[in-house]
């Protein structure tokens, strides 16, 4: 009896033994989970608010580009022969600016299998959400090229060069456009550039080209304005990271 007896309280200690190492064990894996899932929500948070700031550029430049096209397209329909303001017009009429969003967390999340430690399923959906209109909405949304084309084709290269040179609108260490600021093009012949313009103001089919293009700039506008509510929606649904 007594062996039996102590047989059973050396069982009972090894099981007691193994119980609290497994809870031990659990509430490590739990504290390290949670502190990873922290981080991920950081990391989310400081990824949509760069995307947010992107977005905000793009919707300045997009503006910029579409009152470019109106003034353009307006000068079309007068008498008036091509100046400098309208040559600027009709060359930042065909600017573009893709729009891609930071993406390396919510990839990293995706490719571990780590997206399990956000037990939110609504904020998942959120995120799947986001960057999937990101990706389908904006990133695939592709301007009219036809205008940028043709106005490229007649704008002979040596103004377009002294326009580039004079008239910056990229920042050489990042690409990234810098508005359009004043600028002069001197030594550019108006005369001939009145020459190259002058038979668009009778072409119909240039008129519709720009046009559709004005169009597709809006609807780009509307699509940016869009991306930057969901991103101000799911950034109030982040729930902040534990200090």
Known sequence: MKNNARLLGEFVLIVVGVLVALTVE???????DSQLRDEYLARLHDDIELD?????????????????SDEFLDWLGTDRDID????????????????????NTYEDLQNTGN?????????????????????????????????????????????????RQNCPTTLDFDQAPSGFPPCELPGVDYAKMAHLFAPLKADT??????????????????????????????????????P
Request: charged content about 25%; cysteine-free; aromatic content about 12%.
């Open 26 to 32: 659990t509430a490590l894996e739990n504290r390290k």
């Open 115 to 163: 997206i399990r430690l956000l037990d939110d399923i609504d904020l998942r959906t959120r995120l799947s959400g986001y960057y999937n209109k990101a990706n389908t909405s904006i990133s695939g949304w592709r301007p009219s090229e036809d205008y940028r084309g043709i106005i490229r084709g007649i704008i002979p290269n040596d103004v377009q060069a002294l326009i």
């Open 52 to 68: 947010r700031l992107a977005i905000d550029r793009r919707i300045a430049f997009f503006s910029d580009v579409q009152r470019f």
């Open 84 to 103: 400098q303001e309208t040559l600027l017009a009709s060359y930042y009429a065909a600017e573009i600016w893709p729009f891609l969003p930071v993406r």
């Open 205 to 242: 089919d240039f008129h519709r080209t720009l046009t559709y293009r004005d169009s597709a700039i809006g609807a780009m506008i509307y699509l940016l304005k869009q991306q930057a509510q969901y991103a101000d929606q799911l950034l109030e649904a982040l729930p902040p990271a534990a």
